[in-house]
Nanobody, 124 residues
Framework: QVQLVESGGGLVQFGGSLRLSCEVSGLSLDSNAIGWFRQAPGKEREMVSCTSNSLDTTFYADFVKGRFTVSRDNVRNAVDLQMNKLKPEDTAIYYC?????????????????WGQGTQVTVSS
C-alpha cells in the first residue's frame, strides 16, 4: 500500500523559511515521479514542483523559482521541499503526490497517490 506523509508545515513570517518533508512508503521513488502541490482557500490546486521518475529533472512553477528547492533523502525514502523567502501568497495546504510521470495536476489527482497535506501560513 502506497503511503505519503507530509510534515514540516507551520506559521512563519514574511521572508522566512520552512522545510517540508514527504516520506513515501510502498513504492520506489526511482520509478515514480513525485510532485509538490498547494491549495489556498478558494483556489484550485496548483503544482509547485515535479521531480521526474529518473530523479534527474525537477520542474518548478514560475512563482517559486529561485525560492524553493527540492531534494531527496534516500535513507528516509523522502523528498524535501526547502522554501525560502516566503510570502503571504505562499499560504496554502501543501501536498505531495506520486504518479508515473510529471503530468498535469489533473492526472495526478486522477491517477496518483496523495498525502494528507500540511498547512503553511506566512504572515505579513
Amino acid at each position: 500500500q502506497v503511503q505519503l506523509v507530509e510534515s514540516g508545515g507551520g506559521l512563519v513570517q514574511f521572508g522566512g523559511s520552512l522545510r517540508l518533508s514527504c516520506e513515501v512508503s510502498g513504492l520506489s521513488l526511482d520509478s515514480n515521479a513525485i510532485g509538490w502541490f498547494r491549495q489556498a482557500p478558494g483556489k484550485e490546486r496548483e503544482m509547485v514542483s515535479c521531480t521526474s521518475n529518473s530523479l534527474d529533472t525537477t520542474f518548478y512553477a514560475d512563482f517559486v523559482k529561485g525560492r524553493f528547492t527540492v531534494s531527496r533523502d534516500n535513507v528516509r525514502n523522502a523528498v524535501d521541499l526547502q522554501m525560502n523567502k516566503l510570502k503571504p501568497e505562499d499560504t496554502a495546504i501543501y501536498y505531495c503526490a506520486t504518479d508515473l510521470y510529471c503530468g498535469t495536476v489533473t492526472s495526478f489527482i486522477r491517477l496518483g497517490s496523495w498525502g494528507q497535506g500540511t498547512q503553511v501560513t506566512v504572515s505579513s
